[in-house]
Every structure is written in structure tokens, then in C-alpha cells.
């Protein structure tokens, strides 16, 4: 269980996240929220590229966003559908 949740720099990641699951509901998997906020030039979130969240968290590592995306799942804070889409 990674809860990295508490430092001041990952206050900057959960409120990434949660603004992405906002902005998209449904929409995202777990990856894909963290494709979008590390800048992934994925064809799978190309079509993201030219929303304000894109690239917002650059710099960092899509695996340590996605660790904190299942660490919001855990405490409850984010919550998937039946299809694995963040909501």
C-alpha cells in the first residue's frame, strides 16, 4: 500500500489527480489519468494533449502517479466503475 499522501509536493499530486477525474469522469482508466498529468505522448491521450491538465504534473514519474491514483482508490477518496474508469 503506497499512501504517499501528507508532503507538501504530493498535496500538488492528489489535487492533480482529483482535478483530472473531475475534468474526465467515466472516461479514465487509472494509467490514463496519469498519462495525461506526466505529459505521455500516448496515442491514447493525444486527444487530451491540449487541455490544462496535460503535462501538469512534468517531471515526474508515471508509475509514482499511478501509485498515488491506487492510493486515492484505497482511502476511498476516488472510486472506479464496473469498466475500471476512475469517477
Known amino acids: 500500500v503506497a499512501v504517499i499522501i501528507g508532503a507538501g509536493e504530493s498535496t500538488e499530486v492528489v489535487d492533480a489527480i ?6 474526465f469522469p467515466n472516461q479514465l482508466p487509472r494509467s490514463g489519468v496519469a498519462k495525461i498529468l ?6 491514447r491521450v493525444e486527444q487530451y494533449q491540449t ?13 509514482d502517479v499511478t501509485l498515488q491514483v491506487d492510493a486515492l482508490i ?14
Not at 18 to 23: N, Q
Not at 54 to 62: D, E, F, I, Q, V
Not at 76 to 84: M, P, R, V, Y
Open 18 to 23: 482529483r482535478e483530472c477525474v473531475s475534468a
Open 38 to 43: 506526466v505529459g505521455s505522448e500516448s496515442e
Open 51 to 63: 487541455y490544462p491538465l496535460y503535462n501538469r504534473l512534468a517531471g515526474r514519474s508515471r508509475v
Open 74 to 87: 484505497e482511502a476511498g477518496i476516488l472510486q472506479q466503475n464496473a469498466k475500471g474508469y476512475l469517477m
